[in-house]
């Protein structure tokens, strides 16, 4: 859902020829691109918050809350030797959740920035969402480790038990704040560009 509606960002002023429209107003120039950087965060975000709380909702209504000190068994697939406190495996899981779609938000945002049309922005978007899972497949090594910071790997449950247990976690979170930082800054470069063409 996210990337059918945030690649239409950028795209579709370009898809409709409305972006001298656009930058020929007084404050299409400045606010144009804050507005509608904060409204994808924003529909983020929301839909984020959506799925948490509704998943929440759903468990609470079926298992119910009390015990959860004792449900990390149930949670991890892997037998570790030191003891896992539930909430704060639930708090990594939901953080490096956030940051996924996050990251998905920002990299839809480039791709919609470079793209013409709506269509072209959903497909690269999807491309770009699926890619790392090719890379991991054919290539390994320490390329592996810049592959997990990609969102796709941020949402997989085995990826949280790495994060949560390894010396990586930090790299991890490097490498994709990064990536989050220059496709955000690249895809504002490439859309005020487009107003001087």
């Known amino acids: 859902m996210i ?51 509704s998943n929440l909702i759903l468990c609470w209504m079926v298992y119910g809350l009390e015990g959860a000190e004792n449900i990390s068994a149930l949670v991890l697939s892997d037998c570790r030797m030191q003891p896992i406190l539930f909430f704060k495996y639930l708090i990594v899981l939901i953080s490096l959740n956030f940051q996924a779609v996050l990251s998905l938000n920002a990299i839809t945002m480039c791709v919609s920035a470079y793209q013409e049309s709506s269509f072209g922005a959903v497909i690269v978007a999807g491309v770009c969402w699926g890619m790392p899972v090719l890379i991991r497949v054919f290539f390994g090594g320490f390329l592996a480790v810049i ?15 790495d994060i949560y247990y390894n010396y990586m976690s930090e790299i991890i979170w490097g490498i994709n704040l990064l990536v989050v930082a220059g496709c955000l800054v690249k895809g504002i470069i490439t859309y005020k560009e487009k107003q001087l063409a």
């Open 147 to 161: 592959v997990n910071a990609m969102p796709v790997f941020l949402i997989m449950t085995g990826t949280v038990n």
């Open 3 to 53: 990337i059918c509606v945030i690649s239409t960002i950028f795209a579709e002023e370009s898809q409709t020829k409305m972006l001298s429209l656009i930058f020929s107003t007084k404050e299409g120039r400045r606010k144009d691109i804050t507005a509608k950087v904060l409204a994808s965060f924003t529909f983020t975000c929301f839909i984020f918050l959506c799925i948490v709380l």
